[in-house]
């Protein structure tokens, strides 16, 4: 039997790169969810997608913005980075396609049940210049 493809198109929706990604960063480590204002919450419950998202197809080009609470106490810079790997990856395998930008907006701090808040930086030790003389390079 013969093995050759046949010749047409599949066509991914603006939905399922939504559903991709929203599974893609809730699944990763960090994140408490998506953040947005009241605004953005009713129109997404009036059109139906989830608030927090935004998926852009536009000239064969997908771009994609986030706004998402962190869990307090981990690294911003490092949930971010697993964020944006995370998305990458699932678009990529589920629909072939690669995001040409990702934007990842960080729009609060949430606090898990059972643990406290940190302890104040100057409390600990930590000066606001000491992360300006590791060389770490954190935007």
């Known amino acids: 039997m013969p093995l050759d493809e046949l010749p047409g198109r599949a066509l991914a929706t603006r939905r399922a790169a939504a559903d991709i990604t929203r599974a893609a960063v809730l699944g990763s480590y960090g994140v408490a969810g998506f953040e947005a204002g009241l605004r953005e919450r009713l ?22 913005r986030l706004t998402l609470r962190v869990t307090v106490g981990l690294p911003v810079a490092e949930v971010a980075r697993q964020v944006d790997s995370a998305v990458r990856y699932a678009i990529r395998r589920a629909l072939g396609l690669e995001v040409d930008e990702l934007r990842i907006r960080i729009g609060g701090l949430e606090a898990s049940p059972g643990t406290q808040p940190p302890a104040d930086p100057v409390q600990r030790g930590v000066h606001s210049s000491d992360l300006a003389d590791s060389g770490t390079d954190v935007a």
Do not use: Q
């Open 43 to 64: 129109h997404a419950a009036l059109v139906g997608r989830t608030p927090g998202i935004r998926i852009t197809f536009r000239e064969g080009h997908l771009s994609i």
